[in-house]
């Protein structure tokens, strides 16, 4: 492994920013930095870096901010070694307000709800601006202090990867899953508009209770499709979703399908977020392999105006020149993968409203295990085992009180 895998790590287009002529109005259309205060600071040498890489829809999806993948990248400059953390989109975690009154979110709406502080306005956005609140979160749950932010939505992550010409995955485990969704079907009723409309009234708040309760009596083909709306909706609305089958060895991607790798988390074989969560980890050592081959600068001088309309970072030039000059060197790095999931430091567990989440073994809103795990698998010491959580799922999340 060559040192230039830290340019995949932070998104090649960012790195490429520095090498190329049009490189700063690249630069300047991606970077969100928040601007320095009292005058000209010297940087202190730093040969460790904690990169949060968030990945999500964009605009016209569904929940377009919503974070459907996020990863944690420890670089070490000074010990020759990369460290991948993949967090699970339903971490509980509990989010600073200005009331001090208790509120939980998933981690994977934390980015969003920092991006529209308005309808939230109780959570202390003042104190944790815009993406402050995400990193906080990542920061509090790792015991990483978070330095930087790469986001790039759906569409920039497709667009990179076809100018890098599609990267080749070492697949790990043949899977199938059947719950994919079609971008731009989410809202289709699939021939069912005439039952739909008889129960549309039931999935809002405000009904009449007994109304509903008639109907699916009359009619209990609609309780049926009510059902499956709010609980199995590949059966209410299949023309919203498509079959995806991936062989294990070594297959080309290119954009939409190494997407479509990287985001299934419904197959009985490889699913779930954790499974999820490997196979990105897998897929970056895959770019990492490409973007060190010959020929890709030439690449992305043409289309650099589009991908800076789908990637921001608060990553500085200094910074990035400092990683760059790691590329020089042709020695070996150490890539490690750190995981963390319901079978080890994490359990399963429901919030009041409903919601599936997960919280640490330990307990709620308790992180010590995860960080001593976090800072064990990065020091690559083996913790020794301890009891697996039990397999019980337990109402003990709570939204807000």
Same mark, same amino acid.
């Given at each position: ?183 731009? /079907? ?5 021939? !069912? &508009? #005439?039952?739909?409309?008889? *129960?549309?009234?039931?999935?809002? =708040?405000?009904? @009449? ?111 990035? /020149? ?5 590329? !020089? &060197? #042709?020695?070996?790095?150490? *890539?490690?993968?750190?995981?963390? =999931?319901?079978? @080890? ?57």
């Amino acid at each position: 492994m060559k040192k230039a895998f830290i340019v995949a790590i932070v998104f090649f287009a960012v790195v490429f920013a520095y090498f190329i002529k049009s490189g700063i109005d690249f630069y300047k259309g991606i970077y969100k930095g928040f601007p320095s205060k009292g005058g000209f600071i010297i940087p202190q040498e730093k040969t460790e870096y904690n990169i949060l890489l968030l990945g999500f829809g964009g605009p016209g999806h569904e929940g377009p901010f919503l974070t459907d993948s996020m990863m944690v990248v420890h670089i070490d400059l000074k010990k020759n070694k990369v460290a991948l953390l993949s967090l699970p989109r339903d971490l509980w975690y509990k989010l600073p307000t200005k009331s001090k009154e208790d509120f939980h979110a998933k981690i994977n709406s934390i980015y969003q709800l920092g991006l529209f502080p308005t309808e939230f306005p109780d959570v202390d956005t003042k104190t944790y601006p815009d993406v402050s609140l995400v990193k906080k979160a990542v920061s509090d749950i790792t015991g990483l202090s978070v330095d930087n932010y790469v986001t790039v939505d759906f569409t920039g992550f497709t667009k990179g990867i076809d100018i890098l010409g599609g990267v080749v995955v070492d697949v790990q485990k043949t899977f199938d899953d059947y719950e994919y969704p079609i971008e731009g /079907k989410e809202k289709e009723l699939c021939g !069912k &508009d #005439a039952e739909f409309l008889q *129960i549309e009234k039931f999935l809002k =708040s405000g009904f @009449d209770p007994g109304e509903k309760q008639q109907l699916f009596k009359d009619k209990p083909e609609l309780e049926t499709f009510f059902k499956n709306i709010t609980e199995e909706p590949k059966n209410a609305f299949p023309c919203r979703y498509e079959q995806l089958h991936f062989n294990a060895g070594k297959i080309f991607m290119n954009g939409e399908t190494a997407l479509k790798y990287v985001r299934s988390r419904h197959s009985e074989q490889d699913g779930n977020d954790f499974g999820r969560g490997a196979r990105q980890q897998q897929f970056v050592k895959a770019v990492k392999d490409k973007a060190i081959s010959l020929g890709i600068i030439t690449r992305i001088i043409p289309l650099l105006d589009e991908l800076k309309k789908h990637i921001q970072t608060d990553i500085s030039v200094d910074d990035m /020149k400092k990683m760059m000059g790691e590329v !020089k &060197d #042709a020695g070996a790095y150490k *890539i490690i993968s750190v995981h963390m =999931s319901d079978k @080890d430091y994490l359990k399963n567990s429901y919030s009041d409203d409903g919601q599936y989440i997960l919280i640490s073994r330990e307990g709620e809103d308790k992180w010590g295990l995860i960080h001593s795990a976090v800072q064990n698998g990065i020091d690559e010491i083996t913790a020794t085992p301890s009891p697996q959580p039990t397999s019980k799922i337990t109402p003990t999340g709570i939204t807000k009180k």
